[in-house]
């Protein structure tokens, strides 16, 4: 078992992890996703103000209605007054016409209100549309930095996947196979460099004694770290 060789392998499997892992988290990602939900939000907004001013057109329908039977009404009542003898009817008559006129004046001031409305609505509308216009293109631009980050990376990663095909021709395949088994048990990494006395794969100690035991294996035989049992590059 070459250790030196493993190590190099481990390197680009490390870099081909973290290239991938950088490419399920760009950053372009989630500039893209806060600009779908800004759209989906402006959108739920229009959908809300278009609800609105159904609500309020359908209002002012039913009051024109009303005041169109009330006019009808004032003029069959006025025609009835005419000939009226009894002050008693007259007065009744007089006092439904009343009644009719408020219900007219009161919706004819509802109205108003609700052309008010209908007013306020339809410029928060326009607005609306205008930040959703705006809105729509900046998605489309978040989605172009998307694809262009992701085929960037994929190059990265594909660069270092054919390094390390290269990598592992001169490795044994039950060496490998050793390997990426201890790979999948110990969180990725194989093989790990001693630096200042430190296994570089589970960042413990590795004790002057323990040391010395590492230096006096045959050259043939590659260390293991003593607290977590990874290859070491002596
Ligand atoms: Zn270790």
Do not use: W
Request: contains cysteine; aromatic residues 0%.
């Amino acid at each position: 078992m070459d250790p030196r060789a493993l190590f190099e392998v481990q390197r680009l499997d490390t870099a081909i992890d973290q290239a991938r892992h950088a490419l399920a988290h760009l950053p372009e990602l989630a500039v893209e996703k806060s600009a779908a939900e800004k759209l989906g939000a402006l959108r739920a907004r229009i959908g809300d103000l278009m609800r609105e001013q159904g609500t309020l057109e359908s209002e002012l329908a039913s009051i024109e209605k009303r005041d169109a039977e009330i006019a009808n009404h004032l003029a069959r009542l006025e025609k009835q007054m005419k000939t009226v003898i009894a002050p008693r009817e007259a007065e009744a008559l007089q006092h439904e016409m009343r009644v009719l006129v408020i219900e007219r004046e009161s919706g004819d001031e509802r109205g108003l209100e609700i052309l008010d409305s209908a007013a306020t609505t339809a410029e928060a509308l326009d607005e609306a549309r205008r930040l959703e216009a705006e809105s729509a293109e900046a998605l489309a631009l978040a989605s172009v930095g998307v694809r262009g980050a992701e085929e960037a990376a994929r190059v990265v990663i594909d660069g270092l996947v054919v390094e390390r095909e290269a990598a592992t021709r001169s490795i044994d395949a039950s060496d490998l196979q050793a390997y990426e088994r201890l790979r999948s048990t110990h969180t990725g990494v194989a093989i790990a460099e001693i630096k200042h006395g430190v296994c570089g794969g589970c960042h413990m100690d590795i004790s002057a004694s323990e040391m010395d035991a590492i230096k006096r294996l045959p050259v043939d035989q590659v260390a293991e770290c003593p607290n977590c049992t990874r290859l070491l590059v002596r």
